[in-house]
């Protein structure tokens, strides 16, 4: 598989209010999120909280923190991530920066490269599911294996997962690498 750069410009903002609601999202964070099978508009999610959409209750907090952070005059943040499709692996920057005047923070990710790889079931949405789940970081988009996080394709093989037709859901959680890089963007 190699490596290749997107030749898609687009930066994907969404802005939450003082009180933590979002209150913006651009045309292109709408495009991207229907392209990833979540098709809504702009009044499906403008006025909602932010931590509405963040489940892990330790990614919810470490959000908590960089959100404080900036409000404190301590930004912007940076940090690279994950944002996978079951086609390619996507790298993602997001700047998040606070503007005194509207007293909003604007989270801006850009895609900074794809590596195309075989189709993984496993992401699939629309894929159907037994009662099983599987701790995929919401960051960096390992697996958790016992402990040890993997790529989702060699969690694939080691679970015995290829052909089967029932598959488990993805349990959005965060890593400790994730965790520790978070926690140190928080607390400079």
Known sequence: MQLFQQLDARTFKHRVDARGR??????????????????????????????????????HY?????????????????YQYRCDAPD???????????????????FASKILSIK???PQAILNDTHAHDDGSLDVCSCCKRVNMA??????EDAVVRLNLLGREDLPRINHSVCQDC???LSDLAHP
């Open 147 to 152: 402990g040890r996080w993997t790529e989702i």
């Open 22 to 59: 979002i209150s913006h999202v651009n045309d292109e964070w709408l495009d991207f999120a229907a392209e990833n099978g979540w098709p809504i508009s702009a009044a499906d999610v403008v006025g909602r909280p932010l931590m509405e959409f963040i489940g892990n209750p330790e990614l």
């Open 62 to 78: 470490l959000y908590g923190l960089l959100l404080a952070r900036l409000r404190a005059g301590r930004g912007p943040v940076r």
């Open 116 to 118: 195309r790889r075989a």
């Open 88 to 106: 390619c692996r996507r790298f993602m920057q997001m700047v998040l920066q606070f503007d005194p005047e509207t007293r909003e923070i604007e």
């Open 179 to 181: 965790v520790s890089e």
